[in-house]
């Protein structure tokens, strides 16, 4: 049989490094993201250079060391924030939008409109610096899936090139999420990020890959808020003869060999 | 309702576990919603059954048993006791013929008992036809014990009792390539609430027994009973607990025994620190250097 060829997504850099304790370097920084662009993953997060000063400098030096991945840059909707992605240097700027109304009342204390207004003017800002769009639903699997809809073909008006899935808080089930990515309007590269809350991160990746989805998002070790996110050795693992994501499981491994005393500085933290 | 088998006590070396112990992980594991929990011959000499009790045990040479608890309508019609708190339960044989089987080898299985193994690549196969295909197999009892061999054991399960299945082993923790229980349990009730009855509020205590008895940490980030994973670093993630936790949150972290902390890191923002002053009754003025 084929492998289906499919592509990764690392957030290591990002969402991984949001697990409480975990700080990495600037060196640090780029000695990962060299490995991962070494290993053939296609697009890496490398950070949210709103953060600061540091994480812009890890940013440019991450832009310069890595040959052929493309560079994300997360961005809030916020003017500001995506300026400093696009000053920076990254090559696909990355607008995460709350797409549940838990989110949007509680968290941004918005409406709806406003956030698909806001969208749009992030949308501009990008296009203007002739960058690549692309579009993350934050909280899509507790979102109401008209909105879902909306603002998926709101993105695709938009130009984004690819629309991000988050199940934010991990509860989906991979049966609901195949229902779902499944139903998603056409013609916009989807890519899945899932937790890993109920254990059923790379189930439910593989699901979603299994529907339509372009990409899956992954990190090394699995770390990152809470249980973690969708562990790229255990995908890798799981899907052996049946995706092609272009990079090899035994590389990978030798790989976190060496980069396990970089993720994890306290061994209280693996334990 | 879904039978749900624990396996945990019979995969690791139980020789120092006191009686005590013993009858807490079980008097935990029925706690939080386990049906049934299988044990070792020499686990069941330990847990103090009279004297017919033990005839079965000969009987039934090596094989395990399944200690189950009664319902309150069984004990008031007058059903053999014991003292507290085992009068509440019984033993029964494991009387399931495991098979491990590959996808191809779906047979018939005719008014029989079985539990099968395996089937670790089973997500990235068409799930649906052939759970469809087992549950058409004619089985009295089939149960289901998928190989976590892949990392997909628990959405196996899960979809497993999705599709009709009624009875799924596993193990607490994933130290043993079962199913880990405590995601299996979470997953029937976020998923299924009517098939589930538990109180996973004693999944806490049961960890730090199960770390106890096993010798092993359970990891920090273990989804469900890890102990770090209601801590809350990010700012942005902060600023949504903060306002409300359902925002960042998949279920209140006293469902499980656990509590949410606001923790500062590299990643920690305004919101964060000022939470942190106030919470130690410091004045934002205080941490502005003058």
């Given at each position: 049989?084929?492998?289906?060829?499919?592509?990764?997504?690392?957030?290591?850099?990002?969402?991984?490094?949001?697990?409480?304790?975990?700080?990495?370097?600037?060196?640090?920084?780029?000695?990962?993201?060299?490995?991962?662009?070494?290993?053939?993953?296609?697009?890496?997060?490398?950070?949210?250079?709103?953060?600061?000063?540091?994480?812009?400098?890890?940013?440019?030096?991450?832009?310069?060391?890595?040959?052929?991945?493309?560079?994300?840059?997360?961005?809030?909707?916020?003017?500001?924030?995506?300026?400093?992605?696009?000053?920076?240097?990254?090559?696909?700027?990355?607008?995460?939008?709350?797409?549940?109304?838990?989110?949007?009342?509680?968290?941004?204390?918005?409406?709806?409109?406003?956030?698909?207004?806001?969208?749009?003017?992030?949308?501009?800002?990008?296009?203007?610096?002739?960058?690549?769009?692309?579009?993350?639903?934050?909280?899509?699997?507790?979102?109401?899936?008209?909105?879902?809809?909306?603002?998926?073909?709101?993105?695709?008006?938009?130009?984004?090139?690819?629309?991000?899935?988050?199940?934010?808080?991990?509860?989906?089930?991979?049966?609901?999420?195949?229902?779902?990515?499944?139903?998603?309007?056409?013609?916009?590269?989807?890519?899945?990020?899932?937790?890993?809350?109920?254990?059923?991160?790379?189930?439910n990746s593989i699901q979603g890959l299994r529907c339509g989805a372009k990409y899956a998002d992954s990190t090394l070790f699995g770390i990152g808020e809470r249980a973690g996110n969708c562990n790229l050795e255990h995908l890798l693992i799981a899907t052996q003869g049946q995706l092609d994501f272009g990079i090899s499981l035994e590389e990978l491994q030798w790989c976190q060999t060496d980069l396990k005393s970089i993720i994890y500085k306290s061994k209280l933290l693996y334990a | 309702m879904v039978?749900?088998?624990?396996?945990?006590?019979?995969?690791?070396?139980?020789?120092?576990?006191?009686?005590?112990?013993?009858?807490?992980?079980?008097?935990?594991l029925f706690t939080c919603g386990v049906t049934k929990i299988e044990l070792t011959p020499d686990l069941v000499s330990r847990l103090g059954f009279p004297a017919n009790a033990c005839g079965l045990k000969q009987w039934l040479g090596n094989r395990n048993f399944f200690l189950t608890q009664l319902h309150p309508e069984s004990l008031a019609s007058g059903s053999p006791g014991m003292n507290e708190p085992k009068s509440l339960w019984k033993l029964e044989p494991n009387d399931l013929v495991q098979k491990n089987i590959s996808v191809g080898q779906l047979d018939s299985y005719q008014h029989q008992k079985i539990r099968i193994t395996g089937l670790e690549d089973l997500m990235t196969r068409d799930y649906p036809s052939i759970f469809k295909a087992l549950l058409g197999s004619g089985a009295q009892t089939l149960d289901l014990c998928p190989s976590n061999q892949q990392h997909c054991a628990t959405a196996i399960a899960l979809e497993w009792v999705l599709a009709g299945g009624t009875s799924i082993s596993c193990g607490f923790t994933n130290h043993h390539n079962f199913p880990p229980l405590e995601e299996v349990l979470m997953g029937l009730k976020?998923?299924?609430?009517?098939?589930?009855?538990?109180?996973?509020?004693?999944?806490?205590?049961?960890?730090?027994?199960?770390?106890?008895?096993?010798?092993?940490?359970?990891?920090?980030?273990?989804?469900?009973?890890?102990?770090?994973?209601?801590?809350?670093?990010?700012?942005?993630?902060?600023?949504?607990?903060?306002?409300?936790?359902?925002?960042?949150?998949?279920?209140?972290?006293?469902?499980?025994?656990?509590?949410?902390?606001?923790?500062?890191?590299?990643?920690?923002?305004?919101?964060?620190?000022?939470?942190?002053?106030?919470?130690?009754?410091?004045?934002?003025?205080?941490?502005?250097?003058?």
């Open positions: 049989m084929t492998s289906k060829q499919k592509y990764i997504v690392d957030t290591t850099l990002r969402d991984g490094e949001q697990s409480p304790g975990m700080a990495f370097s600037v060196r640090e920084k780029v000695t990962i993201a060299k490995s991962l662009d070494a290993l053939g993953v296609t697009r890496i997060e490398a950070g949210t250079p709103a953060m600061g000063k540091e994480e812009c400098r890890a940013f440019e030096k991450i832009k310069l060391a890595c040959k052929k991945a493309q560079i994300i840059g997360w961005n809030r909707m916020s003017l500001s924030d995506i300026d400093q992605s696009i000053g920076c240097g990254a090559d696909i700027i990355h607008v995460c939008v709350p797409a549940s109304d838990l989110l949007i009342r509680e968290k941004l204390r918005q409406s709806r409109s406003q956030v698909l207004e806001t969208l749009s003017t992030c949308a501009a800002a990008i296009h203007t610096a002739k960058r690549e769009l692309t579009i993350g639903l934050e909280d899509a699997s507790r979102a109401d899936w008209d909105f879902v809809v909306k603002l998926v073909e709101t993105a695709r008006d938009l130009g984004a090139t690819t629309l991000r899935f988050s199940d934010t808080v991990g509860i989906m089930s991979p049966s609901l999420c195949k229902a779902t990515i499944s139903r998603i309007p056409p013609n916009i590269d989807i890519e899945v990020h899932m937790h890993n809350d109920l254990g059923m991160a790379v189930a | 039978t749900i088998i624990d396996r945990t006590l019979t995969t690791f070396n139980t020789a120092g576990m006191t009686t005590r112990d013993l009858n807490h992980f079980c008097d935990l976020l998923h299924l609430p009517h098939t589930f009855s538990g109180d996973l509020s004693v999944l806490s205590e049961l960890r730090h027994l199960y770390e106890a008895l096993a010798g092993q940490p359970v990891a920090k980030m273990k989804a469900i009973i890890g102990a770090d994973i209601f801590k809350v670093e990010s700012g942005i993630h902060v600023d949504g607990v903060l306002k409300n936790p359902r925002t960042y949150e998949p279920f209140n972290p006293q469902t499980v025994g656990n509590q949410r902390e606001i923790v500062l890191g590299k990643h920690s923002g305004r919101k964060s620190l000022l939470y942190k002053l106030n919470d130690s009754d410091l004045s934002e003025s205080m941490a502005i250097p003058s």
